[in-house]
């Protein structure tokens, strides 16, 4: 469905930015944010700003991406392309879209306790959450739990990456670590461990005990989410770590 009237002849519950208000951003369908941002009333083609949000998207979704893969990479010039979307419009949607990533942009200088999988993914998010290959990468604690450094070991392609146990104990060794969590992200947004995610994981948990480096958590991040293995498998019954 297209919108043709004017947000101003919504019924007023109906209308994004008193939906927003009302029940939250995180229950506004993209279209509406983006008639937010774009905050007019009427646009090119007859179009309200929902709707030209709708079309936005529309435009968007013709590539090979998802809608929301392109919005999170889209430039002014991309935008502009769209008929309704000038300059104005252009450059607030790329500041919103550049802020959100901000937000989960961790500051490696704060020598925070990372003490959850949710503090461990922020600490990644970064690195691993929006990527469109899969990246693997550690997280290296001491014995407090707070954070001495994080590296990305791997970059592979859309759907894999590879890893050997040798590297993530080798860099952790490096480091002085006396704790760490691995985790990769599924660019797919498909937040479900693979057989081989948990084969490695089995093995690492393995090394973990000879070497006395206790593994915390294995995660998973994509699209704005993460899964904690250490939550969903018995791995860690099985294979108990001395923390």
Not at 93 to 105: D, H, N, Q, S
Not at 135 to 153: G, Q, S
Not at 154 to 160: D, H, L, M
Not at 194 to 201: K, Q
Request: hydrophobic share 40%.
């Amino acid at each position: 469905m297209t919108y043709s009237l004017r947000i101003a002849d919504l019924p007023i519950s109906e209308r994004p930015r008193e939906r927003l208000m009302a029940v939250g951003a995180k229950n506004l369908t993209e279209a509406e944010l983006l008639a937010i941002l774009i905050s007019t009333g009427q646009t090119k083609g007859n179009l309200s700003a929902i709707g030209l949000g709708q079309h936005i998207l529309q435009e968007l979704g013709k590539y090979q991406r998802s809608p929301l893969d392109m919005l999170r990479d889209v430039n002014p010039r991309e935008l502009m392309s769209i008929p309704g979307i000038g300059p104005a419009k252009a450059a607030t949607i790329v500041a919103a879209v550049e802020l959100g990533k901000r937000t989960f942009k961790f500051r490696p200088n704060e020598r925070v306790a990372v003490d959850s999988p949710a503090s461990a993914a922020a600490v990644l998010s970064h690195d691993l959450m929006w990527q469109d290959q899969e990246r693997f990468a550690i997280v290296m604690l001491d014995v407090k739990n707070r954070l001495l450094a994080t590296k990305i070991l791997t970059i592979g392609t859309a759907t894999e990456t590879l890893i050997h146990p040798r590297e993530v104990f080798r860099e952790t060794i490096r480091q002085g670590a006396t704790k760490l969590i691995i985790a990769h992200n599924h660019p797919s947004g498909n937040l479900e461990p693979s057989s081989e995610d948990i084969y490695l994981t089995e093995q690492l948990l393995q090394g973990s005990q000879c070497l006395d480096i206790p593994l915390l958590d294995h995660l998973i991040l994509g699209n704005g989410d993460h899964q904690s293995l250490r939550q969903k498998t018995d791995l860690w019954q099985r294979y108990p770590q001395s923390e």
